[in-house]
């Protein structure tokens, strides 16, 4: 037998409250209940604004360092528009099959400066381009000293890939600069940056290796519970 009463119908209750004094009486003073609780004068509040800066990052933290690596980017940019340039002018003194790599090497330069500049305006980047230009300058440094001992090459034209041995440096220091004092809105910030894992209790997950100095991803303050009660 189900226990459960049947809904009155509205219009039926609202007949009742207007002919009987008590309920209406009760009405009255319910809805004066309920706006009481729900419309308050707003309670004053301390003001944190100071607080909230001093502890806030700061956005220009390791510009210099940006700044510089802009630089050098800048220079990149140069030496491969210079290349693309002798190469469309018939300059270069190759043909053939070594044009084609010399232009290969060309485009790999002015990518590498595009990639540079986009480094210094989002730091957060920074760590997407040091295992390729690290391996790059490996393989680079392996060639240079084997065509210097045969001759092939100059001592001038190996030191002119110092630049991006200052790149190199420049983008280490600003990937570390930006893991410990991540921008503001970026996926270190936020916690996004795959390098932190929070399992279900809310704890760093071991794989992580707890070195993880951004936020932490937030475990949920309740759970459905999916057993029998």
Known sequence: MDNEAEPVPSAEVDRHVAA???CTRWLVEAEALTRAVRVR???DVPDLVARVVAVAP????GLPVRLALAAVALLQLMVAI???LSSMTGHTGHGGSA???FNEGAAWNLALGLGLLVVARRAERAGTLLPVLGSFLAVLAAFSAHDLITGVTSPARVISHVPLL???VLLFLVHRAHR???IPGSPTATGHDGDHHVGQAGGTDPSGGGRGRGARHLSPTAERRTDAA
């Open 20 to 22: 009987c004094a008590p």
């Open 41 to 43: 004068a707003a309670e």
């Open 58 to 61: 700061r956005p220009r933290r």
């Open 82 to 84: 210079s290349q693309l």
């Open 99 to 101: 044009g084609h790599l």
């Open 166 to 168: 200052v790149a190199l």
């Open 180 to 182: 410990q004092h991540p």
